[in-house]
């Protein structure tokens, strides 16, 4: 059965402090996202990745950096954190073709508070 | 650049009525059409999807959708609705490269009993 695992459901950090979420798929899919989830906002993303060492910004990149240093991995990091980016983290993964026709595959979600 | 509408933040309905929620896009070419669903504190989970050919696409748990290009819409439909489906429902569109969506902003369904 396919799966997508985040490594926390729920994460309280302090302002400025470095925040890691990693997130893992045993699907073996090329293409792993990073999204933030904000009420009346949607999916907004944040990175997405489609291969090992390579990644692309998304329309919301500013204070957030990613490492892919394995197929099934894909961390999320905030190099400082700050508490407008208290929100719910979804990552997701799907197979690399032509256009956007690949099912997203959804984790649980981390919701992050920085307090 | 692509864009996603949903214009009904919160929907309630009553349990056994028929549910319609809707959403218009915009893209260049032809869309690649999606609707996922959200339980409370879960990720998001695929109900369908529209690619090609027919434009009546049916998915899980009785839900179904239509592409109507000429309104530029994909409107999700349940013909009778249970309480199980109060959850948070999600249109996205994708055509770009590496298989990026662009999400709505998402539609809040309440039943009540």
């Known amino acids: 059965d396919v799966k997508v695992t985040q490594s926390s459901r729920y994460l309280v950090k302090r302002t400025g402090e470095k925040v890691f979420l990693e997130c893992v798929q045993d699907?073996?899919?090329?293409?792993m996202f990073w999204y933030r989830q904000d009420p009346g906002l949607g999916l907004r993303l944040i990175y997405f990745s489609y291969d090992v060492k390579m990644k692309e910004k998304g329309d919301i990149p500013e204070g957030y950096s990613v490492s892919r240093e394995k197929k099934e991995r894909f961390s999320l990091i905030l190099e400082s954190a700050s508490t407008n980016q208290t929100s719910m983290y979804l990552c997701?993964?799907?197979?690399?073709?032509?256009?956007?026709?690949?099912?997203?595959?959804f984790g649980p979600g981390t919701r992050l508070t920085v307090l | 650049a692509q864009s996603v509408t949903q214009p009904d933040i919160h929907i309630t309905v009553s349990e056994g009525a028929s549910l319609e929620l809707r959403c218009n896009y915009s893209y260049g070419a032809t869309p690649y059409l999606f609707w996922y669903v959200q339980s409370p504190g879960q990720g998001l989970q695929l109900l369908l999807k529209y690619f090609s050919g027919d434009t009546l696409v049916q998915g899980i748990k009785g839900f179904e959708a239509e592409f109507k290009r000429s309104q530029s819409s994909f409107n999700l439909r349940k013909p009778s609705v249970h309480w199980s489906d109060a959850a948070e429902y999600f249109c996205a569109v994708g055509g770009t490269s590496y298989g990026k969506l662009t999400f709505g902003q998402g539609t809040i369904l309440t039943v009540h009993p």
């Open positions: 997701a993964s799907s197979l690399l073709g032509q256009g956007s026709y690949n099912e997203q595959f």
């Open positions: 699907m073996d899919h090329e293409n």
